[in-house]
């Protein structure tokens, strides 16, 4: 097994310095970072989901443009750059503005202070935030001779936690009048990178930069941030092997659970690379567990502001089209939900055929917490109820203990909703396949509904470590445990499964016509 005691995971670090400094592992992108430096190209903005690397991305960045080459001593970018000027740079983060008016301008007065101290720029006190951008812009260039390099964070944090708040078209003015800047003083600019998750068309980063570069769907910046198969095995293999001896695993059984996990992102419709998740791989790798590292950081917090009915549309989400204009040029606030869940990590690309991206859930982690979210809303139970008796499911369905396991799932789905208009039109079973599977799926089992077999389709499949269940779901009016008992047994369900090597247990499953929830089920050998 490779050796890991000396090396150290650069988990949750964005500082460059920090990693290169203190010898932290790298994930070496520079030879990207520099042809994109260098493709002529002088407004680019980058698209990628939360806890991707877009901060350690501008970090780097700003290294290159302040000429430290010290730092970058031993990677690809030292064969390429020859002169590593010092430049003046500009860079903001926005992640830190907060989500009103007075907290954006409170963070540009602050950063843009700063900057004046910096290029010794006299500042009168009635000038707005937009002129002393300016005169940061121009001064710097006169100090120094240099065009300035211009890197914004996490451009459009405070205008996604501003949405549907009051506070989100003066947001949106501020940025308006600061940011139109940009444009007057290109003579004065070298480079201008942007990052963000969505997009705001409407302010003035993307109206009036209309020479803005979206590189988010350029293949030869797929791989800018997140990290390749390719890079994981190049660069990780001790921590790999490691981590197969903790769970009992061969190396590559665990490069496979890991890609199940945290892989599967596609940035464009013509490359072939899977990204893995860089923030769920470190920590995976670090404590040598398969955890839901990505949504325990908060990702998912912003998804009740731009998803509605999401209990019903997941499984429309999984595999839903998207124009290739409305997902490439279109605003977040007018482009559709599906066109939200791309930018923001809960869905991918695909494929793409002819104008029409095909867009679905990335990874088994994305999924958990997808599904997870929605309980709730469909059993009727605060999140704290939920939660409680998922855990009782699990442990049972693990074990196979049918008793304790029909317990649990009893309590989760006592009602059906009839609330929710749309969960209202479906029939009574196809709620029911709804619910029972939004519920399998958020306790980390994989489930297959209406699997087709030669002989049949069988309500559901849920596949756990050990055990496959085969369930056959009937409503009392239609004959209940005793219909689904002869269709398992009529059908054969069970016999594709036989070669698995998991025990397999077929369960007909009696459900209450009006809706009381899960009356009884029978194992059928």
Sequence with gaps: MGETNNRILPVGIQSFEK????????????????????????????????????????????????????LFEGLKIMDLEKEWVKRPVIRLDMSQAGATPEGVRS?????????????????????????????????????TGLQVAILIDEYDSPLQHSWKTPHHEDCTSIYRSVFAILKADDAYEKFVFITGITKFTQISLFSVLNNLSNISFD?????????????????FMPEIEAMGVHNGWTPEETILQLKAYYDGYHFCKNSPVDIFNPFSLLNALADKELKNYWAASGATSLLPKFVSDMEIQLEHFDHCYIDRDTLETSDVSDGGTELFLYQSGYLTIKDYDEGVYTLGIPNFEVRKALYKIVVPALTLKTKAQAITTQNILLKMMQDGNLDEAKKALKALIADVPYSNKKLASMDME???????????????????????????????????????????????????????????????????FKADGRKVIALAVELDDMGKGLIDWKEVN
């Design 19 to 70: 990693i290169r400094k203190e010898g932290l592992l790298y994930v070496d992108k520079t030879e990207i970072i520099w042809n994109l430096v260098n493709s002529n190209k002088t407004y680019n903005y980058l698209s990628r989901p939360r806890r991707f690397g877009k901060s350690l991305l501008v970090d780097t960045l700003q290294a290159y443009f302040e000429g430290r080459k010290e």
């Design 107 to 143: 963070y540009l007065d602050n950063a843009f202070h700063q900057l004046e101290s910096e290029y010794d720029i006299a500042v009168r006190q009635d000038s707005s935030l937009a002129v002393r951008f300016k005169n940061i812009i121009e001064g710097a260039y006169n100090k």
């Design 219 to 235: 293949p030869p910046y797929a791989a800018i941030c997140g990290i390749t198969k390719e890079e994981v095995a190049n660069n």
């Design 430 to 496: 196809e709620r029911y396949r709804l619910i029972i599977s939004t519920i399998f799926n958020a306790i980390g089992f994989r489930v297959e509904v209406e699997k087709q077999i030669s002989t049949g389709r069988i309500d559901m499949v849920v596949f756990t470590r050990r055990i496959i269940y085969v369930l056959e779901l009937k409503l009392t009016n239609n004959g209940g445990v005793k219909a689904a008992e002869h269709q398992i047994k009529d059908r054969q369900y069970v016999e594709p």
